[in-house]
């Protein structure tokens, strides 16, 4: 009926934390030499081809401006943050991780590379023998592969001084440190992403590559099996992690064409299956949807990243089957459904309760959203915007269709995973000369109610009429667990470009996308109530938006016929006025 965590897993787990944080005590610092002494290390000048930045971030950070997640850090145009206190633990691994040096990458100012290579300078003074949090696994991969892909011509720009030696010694040094601590990264991205850091570093060096670029692309070719799926998708479900996946790949793949390296058939083919599972996740208005630890993302981001993939000459898809998405688009509409179950662990710890979730938006703009995600929201919403009620679908008996690890012993563990998840998530599309009809379920109320949850849309051909129905009933062949009622909630979350009004019925509703587009919102169920809802697709600061709720009834014995059990809604554009 549902995933649950065993206790043998969870003592397991625990076995495990405590071993690799004794480990990596007991491992200590890799032994300090002296770093200009000896053969010097020399690096190829290779450039890779993808490389997103912003200039104006570059400009705030020149000023010694640093901001991260609300939290900033002044330190003036010619300080450091290396040796003041930093707001956060949140704030110091972004800081260590330097993915801010790609600001400075796409700087014209003259001085960029200048003060580039003067933080890292100086974090080296500071932090470059050992630090037990600055050399953690994660940080160091993530530091590593930053400073290997703006190398040149950033930080080569004098080659020739002693400083420059101890920069590239101290890659060196790194590079070993995470060849031996590449276990102790944290599943998933962190883990790809260190395979392709060791063969970025292995493609820079010259005479002194100690095995990293082969021992890189294996290791990488056994995390592209796990973790790229055969539609495109990333294990985790998040299409912000299939977008992060696609820029470490092309990252690493430019380098390794500029030095004239082959990369691995399976690094070839993830990129070829990456590039087209972008488009799928984007919305009308060219940014990514919000679904399973996804935002937006910034479109220029994306718009580099697309013209630094291969191109490709498929035609447009409609399901990923592995990934569980489907998509639907008819004339600048685009209705996006999630149509499968959660990711298995350990890659669930950002996945949402939200089957059968939908986001709608147009050419004017974005209609029916979910809450979404942001990598710098504020910790105390990251549960919340995972729970069903944060989403455009339904929830039965007021809790999610599933369960989040509870805070504490667990969570320390396993991190934020999903305890009980919805399963037997199915979805059944038919395309028509008049339109494409999608039928879905989910059992992930079954075993508290007995009751499961059938979804349908309809989109016409023109894309302004979609239509939907939320069923709750009892399976064919299944007995009621009671003939009690549940009350359910259905939800609709508009972007906040997005203005609502109620008719006076509270049948229906006028929404207005971005002072343009007209919608009128029906439905048989009812009554429809407006609430406030937030918005975190776009950026870290919550935003105020709008959501109408359908609330009822359900009984636990139902066939889903019935009026208590069964709500139909849609969605139909208005004439513009002339």
């Known amino acids: 009926m549902s995933r649950r965590i065993p206790l043998s897993q969870l003592l397991k787990a625990g076995a495990i934390y405590h071993y690799k944080r004794w480990a990596v005590d007991m491992g200590g610092p890799l032994r300090a030499v002296n770093m200009t002494a000896g053969k010097p290390t020399v690096f190829h ?5 993808y490389l997103y930045g912003d200039k104006k971030k570059a400009d705030s950070l020149l000023k010694g401006h640093f901001d991260y997640a609300s939290q900033t850090l002044d330190v003036g145009g010619q300080g450091d943050p290396w040796t003041v206190a930093v707001p956060s633990t949140r704030f110091a691994t972004w800081l260590h991780g330097f993915s801010w040096l790609n600001h400075f990458a796409v700087s014209k100012d003259k001085n960029a590379a200048i003060r580039a290579r003067s933080l890292i300078d100086k974090w080296i003074s500071v932090y470059g023998k050992w630090n037990h949090f600055a050399w953690s696994p994660d940080i160091l991969s993530d530091r590593l592969f930053h400073w290997l892909a703006v190398w040149s011509p950033l930080l ?17 040094r790194q590079l070993k440190r995470l ?20 063969a970025m570093g292995g493609a820079r060096l010259k005479d002194k590559s100690d095995g990293f670029l082969g021992r890189g692309l294996d290791w990488l070719d056994d995390e592209i099996e796990l973790q790229i799926l055969p539609d495109g998708g990333h294990i985790s479900r998040s299409p912000a992690q299939a977008v992060e996946a696609l820029e470490i790949l092309l990252t690493l793949d430019s380098m390794l064409e500029s030095r004239g390296v082959e990369g691995s058939r399976a690094m070839s083919r993830a990129i070829d299956r990456l590039a087209p599972i ?25 718009a580099t990243l697309k013209k630094a993939a291969p191109k490709t000459t498929s035609k447009p898809f409609g399901y990923c089957p592995h990934t569980g998405y489907q998509r639907i688009e008819a004339e600048g509409t685009v209705l996006v459904v999630d149509t499968g179950e959660t990711s298995p662990r350990p890659f669930d710890t950002q996945a949402h309760l939200a089957p059968l979730a939908f986001e709608l938006s147009t050419q004017i703009g974005r209609l029916v959203v979910n809450c979404g995600w942001n990598a710098r929201q504020p910790l105390n919403f990251r549960r919340p915007v995972r729970a069903t009620a944060a989403h455009s679908s339904l929830t039965l008996d007021k809790q999610s269709a599933g369960r989040l690890l509870k805070e504490g012993l667990g969570t320390k563990y396993l991190g934020e995973a999903v305890a009980v998840s919805a399963c037997s998530v199915s979805a059944t599309r038919k395309e028509q000369v008049s339109g494409t009809w999608l039928e879905t379920s989910h059992d992930g109320y079954r075993e508290e109610t007995g009751l499961s949850h059938r979804r349908r849309f309809y989109m016409s051909v023109e894309g302004d009429d979609i239509r939907g129905e939320d ?14 009622e549940k009350p359910f909630q259905i939800s609709f979350h508009f972007h906040p470009d997005v203005r609502v009004s109620l008719s006076q019925d509270q049948q229906s509703a006028l929404l207005v996308q971005n002072g343009k587009a007209g919608w009128r919102f029906r439905t048989d169920g009812g009554p429809l109530s407006l609430e406030d809802s937030v918005y975190l697709g776009a950026g870290h600061r919550p935003v105020k938006c709008q959501q109408i709720i359908i609330s009822g009834h359900a009984f636990c014995d139902s066939d889903g016929e019935t009026r208590s059990n069964r709500v139909r809604w849609s969605f139909r554009k208005l004439e513009a006025r002339k």
């Open 278 to 302: 972008v488009p799928f996740f984007t919305a009308a208005d060219g940014k990514l949807v919000s679904f399973n630890g996804s935002g937006e993302c910034d479109l220029a981001r994306l």
């Open 179 to 198: 060849r031996k601590t590449y276990r102790r990264t944290s599943p998933g991205l962190s883990r790809l992403k260190a395979a392709a850091v060791l």
């Open 471 to 484: 069923s709750l009933f009892v399976p064919l062949g299944a007995v009621p667990l009671s003939n009690a």
């Open 45 to 49: 000048d290779i450039r890779p081809s």
């Open 156 to 172: 080569s720009g004098d080659n020739l001084s002693e400083t420059a030696q101890l920069r590239r010694s101290s890659v060196l």
